[in-house]
């Protein structure tokens, strides 16, 4: 297969900027995705990668071949895009059969490579059907096939499930992954959500404004920050990010008072997460603005005058609207952040 290296890539628009000097690592068989809100640069990038867009500055370089001046029909990547793309007049064979005929693949070899794509995202009883005569997910797991039996050495996915329900999406990206474990191919993928981000992904990229703000597994991604842009869109609910003041070992905002490193001082913010706060507990009070019990979960959105503070409370607890609320925060889970939003770690 192929490992995948952006060096260095800025991608212009007039006077507009949409990716910033980017440059990027991906290694062969990885799963990577590249994630950030609408308008973030996420799928320029993957555009480059492709070839249907070229870079102002920097290089695209694809299994060690600089690929910049390679049409997008010759470098060996398949693309899924967020529509199915399906020819309406041609059977779910003929759609996979397709690009097999493209490429001048022997006849006698077409049929085999057919049926093995569309048991993989299991669409073998569905072959003789037309796609009008199929459900949304179904049409995208035959595009998904349409994409395997090309045999790429690289995947690339613009969002490919945002036109899918919420229990279709679920379970397509249970199919995506096992998918591309079993045929160790390259994938780039496209999304805004980041609850496929962090299901997908081996690394993740997070993007705003045609920038990197982070880079790295799900865990670390979530779990390690490196600015309020990142840990303000990762979670659902997100961190809470709390403006305040610190000061002699104490961290205190409107309605929050909790310890901090002594070695803060001044205007910073608190992060927390909302599984990290307890209701019950001393670090702040408020009232309940909103109670959402969900089965497993009940989400709390806790109104301090000034914010609101989202916590994940225990399935069973409830409480009436605008009722008086005393909140805790875990002192190992507690996250700062200086006056440009980068996080402060040396607190010793």
Same mark, same amino acid.
């Given at each position: 297969m192929a490992s995948i290296r952006l060096e260095n890539i800025v991608k212009r628009y007039g006077t507009f900027t949409g990716v910033k000097?980017?440059?990027?690592? !991906?290694?062969?068989?990885? *799963?990577? #995705?590249?994630?950030?809100?609408?308008?973030?640069? +996420?799928?320029?990038?993957? =555009? /480059?990668? %492709?070839?249907?867009?070229?870079?102002?500055?920097?290089?695209? !370089? !694809? %299994?060690?071949?600089v690929v910049n001046e390679i049409d997008a029909r010759d470098r060996d990547v398949a693309m899924v895009f967020q529509g199915y793309a399906l020819y309406p007049n041609m059977t779910i064979y003929e759609n996979i059969r397709f690009p097999l005929r493209m490429r001048g693949v022997a006849k006698g070899d077409q049929d085999a490579l057919i049926r093995r794509a569309a048991e993989m995202v299991e669409l073998g009883d569905y072959l003789e059907r037309k796609p009008g005569a199929l459900s949304g997910g179904q049409r995208q797991r035959a595009a998904l096939a349409r994409a #395997? #039996? &090309?045999?790429?050495? #690289? *995947?690339? /996915?613009?969002?490919?499930?945002?036109?899918?329900? %919420? +229990?279709? =999406? %679920?379970?397509? &990206?249970?199919?995506? +992954?096992? /998918?591309? &474990?079993?045929? &160790?191919?390259?994938?780039v993928y496209v999304t805004h959500d980041q609850i496929e981000a962090m299901t997908l992904a081996d690394r993740i990229v997070i993007m705003n404004r045609g920038e990197i703000q982070q880079v790295g597994t799900p865990d670390d991604i979530y779990g390690d920050p490196a600015n309020t842009f990142v840990a303000g869109f990762i979670g659902s609910p997100p961190m809470n990010l709390i403006m305040g003041e610190a000061r002699d070992g104490r961290f205190t905002a409107e309605g929050v008072s909790c310890a901090c490193p002594q070695a803060l001082a001044g205007p910073v913010t608190l992060g927390i997460r909302p599984e990290d706060c307890t209701v019950g507990g001393q670090e702040l009070t408020g009232t309940a603005y909103g109670v959402e019990p969900t089965g497993d979960v009940t989400y709390l959105t806790v109104d301090t005058g000034t914010r609101q503070i989202e916590v994940k409370a225990a399935r069973d607890f409830r409480a009436a609207i605008d009722s008086p609320i005393t909140i805790g925060f875990d002192p190992e889970r507690l996250y700062f952040f200086d006056a440009n939003g980068n996080r402060i770690r040396d607190l010793t």
């Open positions: 000097h980017m440059s990027l690592e !991906i290694a062969d068989e990885e *799963f990577l #995705v590249l994630l950030g809100p609408s308008g973030c640069g +996420k799928t320029t990038t993957m =555009r /480059m990668i %492709a070839g249907l867009e070229d870079p102002t500055e920097g290089e695209v !370089i !694809i %299994a060690d071949e #395997v #039996v &090309r045999q790429p050495q #690289v *995947f690339l /996915m613009d969002e490919p499930l945002s036109n899918l329900d %919420a +229990k279709l =999406r %679920a379970s397509m &990206r249970v199919q995506i +992954k096992h /998918m591309q &474990r079993q045929l &160790r191919v390259t994938t």
